[in-house]
Nanobody, 121 residues
Framework: QVQLVESGGGLVQAGGSLRLSCEAS????????MGWFRQAPGKEREFVAE????????YYADSVKGRFTISRDNVGNMVYLQMNSLKPEDTAVYYC??????????????WGQGTQVTVSS
């Protein structure tokens, strides 16, 4: 099992940048694929980015591709989301998550409490 705590959210003007951090505690952090998701008011939670357990592969939602970068530090049990060129539509609560299972059985199982990101126009 792993516990996740996000930080780094805040209020930023459009075009600005933020870096979100997710600290993981528990065993075997380096065995989990990790993801970032977000949920805007009145909308369903959506995928933002994910990174493989070894950090060698990453994937992004089309809406953030080229602007956001996910990274991880398996020594420090951290995952990051660098967000550049922020837009008002990026406003949401951002969640860090750890996946269990592989292939078709992969499922995002563990979740943090979320951190609010607000982008003003």
């Amino acid at each position: 099992q792993v516990q996740l705590v996000e930080s780094g959210g805040g209020l930023v003007q459009a075009g600005g940048s933020l870096r979100l951090s997710c600290e993981a505690s528990g065993r075997a952090f380096s065995t989990y694929d990790m993801g970032w998701f977000r949920q805007a008011p009145g909308k369903e939670r959506e995928f933002v980015a994910e990174i493989s357990h070894h950090g060698g592969s990453s994937y992004y939602a089309d809406s953030v591709k080229g602007r956001f970068t996910i990274s991880r530090d398996n020594v420090g049990n951290m995952v990051y989301l660098q967000m550049n060129s922020l837009k008002p539509e990026d406003t949401a609560v951002y969640y860090c998550s750890a996946a269990t299972g592989v292939g078709s059985r992969k499922k995002y199982t563990y979740w943090g409490q979320g951190t609010q990101v607000t982008v003003s126009s």
